[in-house]
T-cell receptor, first 114, second 112 residues
Framework: EPEVTQTPSHQVTQMGQEVILRCVPISNHLYFYWYRQILGQKVEFLVS????????KSEIFDDQFSVERPDGSNFTLKIRSTKLEDSAMYFC????????????FGEGSWLTVV | TQLLEQSPQFLSIQEGENLTVYCNSS?????LQWYRQEPGEGPVLLVTVVTGGEVKKLKRLTFQFGDARKDSSLHITAAQPGDTGLYLC????????????FGQGTRLTINP
């Protein structure tokens, strides 16, 4: 069964450092997303991406965050200067359609900022 | 702000019992998804309901979308220890439908 894959599974980084989280969405999907889940809290929407541009972003997704689809398969989330409060599980997701009916999530990248 | 509230937050029952988990909102959603999440892993999609009053069955799991598309329920019949996990509901908005709003989850424990 096709799946969304994410790397790394776990990263520890110093506060202020840049982090890039990578995702390979399901191959025929056109819509890509990043969500995050702080330990013990709800899964929160960060950003959606379609046709090589951001289609929607949340208030969490400030200037420290950026997304990119550098080639035909990868989708990345960059955090420019990490803060302690960026520590969370980051989930990549993809869907074939614009509606939210069929969003599939990856296994997540656990980011710890120290 | 759209919110989804799940109840109960924690549920521990014996194997073989039935249970229902609720997902409620004051907002209308275009669709409602149920996911199951294991510790340290991503949410795994169980089902999507899109029509008010819709009922979907997945083996011993029955999912229902409320008539007004503001609430949903997950009913498990004859629960098994393998059903243990965190169950999340997530709603898709009517407009700008790419963003899912998640509930806080129901942590279910089925005791042998």
């Amino acid at each position: 069964e096709p799946e969304v894959t994410q790397t790394p599974s776990h990263q520890v980084t110093q506060m202020g450092q840049e982090v890039i989280l990578r995702c390979v969405p399901i191959s025929n999907h056109l819509y890509f997303y990043w969500y995050r889940q702080i330990l013990g809290q709800k899964v929160e929407f960060l950003v959606s991406f379609y046709n090589n541009e951001i289609s929607e972003k949340s208030e969490i997704f400030d200037d420290q965050f950026s997304v990119e689809r550098p080639d035909g398969s990868n989708f990345t989330l960059k955090i420019r200067s990490t803060k302690l409060e960026d520590s969370a599980m980051y989930f990549c997701a993809s869907s074939a359609q614009r509606t939210t009916n069929t969003i599939y999530f990856g296994e997540g990248s656990w980011l710890t900022v120290v | 702000t759209q919110l989804l509230e799940q109840s109960p937050q924690f549920l521990s029952i014996q194997e073989g019992e039935n249970l229902t988990v609720y997902c409620n909102s004051s907002s209308v959603f275009s669709s409602l998804q149920w996911y199951r999440q294991e510790p340290g892993e991503g949410p795994v999609l169980l089902v999507t309901v899109v029509t008010g009053g819709e009922v979907k069955k997945l083996k011993r799991l029955t999912f229902q979308f409320g008539d007004a598309r503001k609430d949903s329920s997950l009913h498990i019949t004859a629960a098994q220890p393998g059903d243990t996990g965190l169950y999340l509901c997530a709603g898709g908005r009517i407009q700008g439908a790419q963003k899912l709003v998640f509930g806080q989850g129901t942590r279910l424990t089925i005791n042998p």
